[in-house]
């Protein structure tokens, strides 16, 4: 079975320092992983997704995620946190060689970014 | 341009109404989802058709069809609508379905009154 957890429901940090958004995931397979973005009353957003390449993989607006498989983790994480990055981010995780294509969502991390 | 449509945008209606709300993909994608998103922002998923045939079918009341007139469109249509059906309805696609990165919609945000 497949499951996400997002660690943390609110993270608020300000603007310039890093961001760390905490994701672990459970999975019988080997998982393809996703973080998403939602922008207020906006859909969903790619920002990366890991599937068995390079275990750090970046993303867009400057994000990475590093896939550690001994944690089951992948946290999300920038250097430098901007205003706009304000915004829901979402942990997903889908198995690879699933014919289903079933996407499994974390609740949700809401991040604040304070000037 | 816009890569995975919806109309509408929002829905206000009343409780016992019938609706529908449209999807359109311009990506190419053989797949498309249907997700609901709840009032806590938590999204799962309802329905997957590939190539017009259904493939997921979530504990979803029968009250909700969903129908692919072809691999371009997945429409959703309510029957009876319940105060407990407003929610944001997110259409997505992908190419196939072996954990393939899915495209979202900008979502309908439907309220019943």
């Known amino acids: 079975a497949q499951s996400v957890t997002q660690l943390d429901s609110h993270v608020s940090v300000s603007e310039g320092t890093p961001v760390l958004l905490r994701c672990n995931y459970s999975?019988?397979?080997?998982?393809?992983l996703f973080w998403y973005v939602q922008h207020p009353n906006k859909g969903l957003q790619l920002l990366l997704k890991?599937?068995?390449?390079?275990?750090l993989v970046k993303g867009i607006n400057g994000f990475e995620a590093e896939f550690k498989k001994s944690e089951t983790s992948f946290h999300l994480t920038k250097p430098s946190a901007h205003m706009s990055d304000a915004a829901e981010y979402f942990c997903?995780?889908?198995?690879?060689?699933?014919?289903?294509?079933?996407?499994?969502f974390g609740r949700g991390t809401q991040l604040t970014v304070w000037p | 341009d816009t890569a995975v449509s919806q109309t509408p945008k929002y829905l206000v209606t009343q409780m016992g109404n019938d609706k529908s709300i449209k999807c359109e993909q311009n990506?190419?994608?053989?797949?498309m989802y249907w997700y609901k998103q709840d009032s806590k922002k938590f999204l799962k998923i309802m329905f997957s058709?590939?190539?017009?045939?259904?493939?997921i079918n979530e504990t979803v009341p029968n009250r909700f069809s969903p129908k692919s007139p072809d691999k371009a469109h997945l429409n959703l249509h309510i029957n009876s609508l319940e105060l407990g059906d407003s929610a944001v309805y997110f259409c997505a696609s992908s190419y196939g379905l072996v954990g393939e990165t899915q495209y979202f919609g900008p979502g309908t945000r439907l309220l019943v009154l």
């Open positions: 999975s019988s397979y080997s998982p393809s």
């Open positions: 997903v995780v889908s198995r690879k060689g699933s014919t289903l294509g079933r996407l499994y």
């Open positions: 058709y590939n190539n017009k045939e259904l493939i």
């Open positions: 890991y599937t068995s390449a390079a275990t």
């Open positions: 990506l190419g994608h053989d797949t």
